[in-house]
């Protein structure tokens, strides 16, 4: 009962998030194009990635609770990988659109509506903060996530609120393209990097090479095993990691052998929270199964 209020909780905050931010990206849109600064348009699309990075977030903290199917055996944690990809398509052709817009104000700069700048910026600072303070109260790992998007948020109308200040004792137009590149730019960083990660998980690229280091040093440490082979580690999500391996065992065991090395190496694999676990125990000179020739 605890655990339902628990996650019901989390739902809502996140949620609360999602509509606030949704709403003010649209303002900050308008907003944009009213004041004439692209240093709002670039924020209203880090603010529109972060819009779609919640939302997902709320969807899928949703779905992650269906039980596996015979369909989609291993559940619906990898949906999480695919929303990945869509905010980070989104967000790279919004980039684009900005810089696009910018670029070329940096050599005819036009001067921005300071006012409606430093009213926007006031909004987006009261609104991403009140967000943030929201999430700030959750205990799960989505939430602290997109507690630190929120926070950037906070921190880049910060910036936007110093050079409206800035404009309205001084005539330095460049000042508002200057800003939206960097933002964008920073925008472009973080994106490019997170669609890598987040393309090397859908290959099954191995999610962590300190994790498959220790899962080795931990095989080798137990004497009975001779060799071990066909080990694949890969994630559902980027936390949800799944292990199989193949064990050649260095001498015949019993069946009551079999199970108490199965139990040690339950306990030595412990630490390393794996998702799901296959282990296969090759019988001593028991030849492999899939290295056998198939006709």
């Known amino acids: ?40 348009m670039a924020d209203a699309v880090h603010d529109l990635g972060d819009s779609l990075s919640i939302g997902l977030a709320w969807v899928l903290a949703k779905l992650g ?22 905010n980070g398509i989104v967000l790279i052709a919004g980039s684009g659109w900005v810089l696009y817009q910018s670029i ?22 009261a609104v991403n903060g009140f967000a943030a303070f929201k999430l700030s109260k ?49 925008i472009l960083v973080n994106v490019v990097r997170n669609i890598g990660s987040t393309l090397k998980l859908f290959l099954q690229g191995v ?4 994790i498959a280091k220790g899962i080795e040093e931990k095989l080798k440490s137990i004497s009975e095993f001779k060799h071990f082979h066909h080990l694949h580690l890969w994630s559902l999500d980027g936390e949800s990691h799944v292990l199989t391996v193949h064990i050649e065992l260095a ?6 052998d079999q199970r108490n090395l199965k139990r040690r190496l339950s306990a030595v694999l412990a630490e390393f929270e794996l998702s799901h676990t296959t282990v296969e125990f090759e019988l001593h000179n028991e030849p492999c199964r899939d290295d056998v020739p198939r006709e």
Request: proline letters at 5%; glycine letters at 8%; charged letters at 15%.
């Open 138 to 186: 959750g205990e799960t790992l989505n939430e602290k996530v997109l507690n630190w998007h929120l926070l950037e948020d906070v921190l880049g109308w910060v910036a936007v609120f110093i050079v409206s200040v800035v404009l309205m004792f001084v005539e330095w137009p460049i000042l508002d393209p200057i800003l939206a590149i960097g933002f964008t730019l920073f």
């Open 251 to 256: 001498v015949d065991v019993s069946l009551e």
């Open 65 to 86: 609770k269906k039980p596996a199917s015979s369909s989609f055996s291993y559940g619906y944690k990898r949906l999480s990988l695919l929303g990945s990809l869509i």
């Open 207 to 210: 999610p962590d090479q300190g």
């Open 104 to 125: 070329p104000r940096l050599f005819n700069p036009e001067m921005p509506v300071t006012e409606g700048m430093l009213a926007l910026s006031i909004f987006g600072i």
């Open 1 to 40: 009962m605890h655990s339902h209020s628990h996650d019901d909780n989390s739902s809502t905050r996140i949620g609360w998030a999602f509509f606030l931010n949704v709403g003010f990206t649209i303002i900050e849109f308008i907003g944009g194009v009213l004041t004439n600064s692209t240093a709002i």
